[in-house]
């Protein structure tokens, strides 16, 4: 079979072919048994993984949430002034106690007369606090800066000081009210 011809391969091959015709119907047949077995076949895998997949879905939304979180939460709190030393988180304590102790006073002196003036303290109070976040981000990036770190306190500061005034403001308020309604006017 060195340098045979394609003819003469087949002409040797003759005797050994299968010259009988399929019966009746057995293309169709021989489809309808592929297609059952292709169905088997995506049935079987599909009752495999049916409840798998939607759970390792879920699963690693999870994951991926919590890591999210976690780098979040480390981002957070490495840039704050807590994060630069045990005494700047007792100074950071401090403050944060102050201010506390200042809104509480303030919310008790609410009222009518005094609604203009601590409304105003709240927004001073939200610009003040704009102002530590990006502190907080400059003492993250400039990898504890004293200057930086020295704005952060003196926010704090400010922050008590605002406070303060409004409530010297307040008990002024008072003070001429009480002092009006005990001296009344006569004609």
């Known amino acids: 079979m060195k340098e045979d011809s394609i003819d003469n391969i087949f002409e040797k091959l003759n005797s ?3 010259f009988e015709n399929p019966n009746l119907g057995h293309q169709e047949r021989f489809l309808e048994k592929l297609k059952n077995q292709n169905l ?3 049935e079987n895998n599909s009752g495999k993984y049916k409840f798998w997949k939607p759970l390792m879905a879920i699963a690693a939304s999870v994951i991926l949430c919590f890591s999210l979180l976690a780098i979040l939460k480390q981002n957070k709190d490495r ?7 045990p005494k700047m988180a007792e100074t950071q304590d401090f403050f944060i106690a102050s201010i506390s102790e200042e809104l509480l006073k303030l919310n008790e002196a609410k009222s009518p007369e005094t609604e203009a003036i601590i409304n105003d303290a709240m927004k001073q109070l939200q610009i003040l606090e704009k102002e530590y976040e990006t502190l907080k981000d400059n003492l993250f990036e400039s990898g504890d800066d004293k200057r ?3 704005a952060m306190i003196s926010n704090f500061q400010t922050r008590i000081d605002v406070l303060k005034n409004v409530m010297e403001t307040i008990e002024n308020v008072k003070q001429l009210k009480q002092h009006n309604n005990e001296n009344p006017i006569t004609i």
Do not use: H, T
């Open 148 to 150: 930086v770190i020295y």
């Open 16 to 18: 050994q072919f299968d």
């Open 79 to 85: 840039n704050d002034l807590a994060s630069v030393s």
């Open 40 to 42: 088997n076949m995506v």
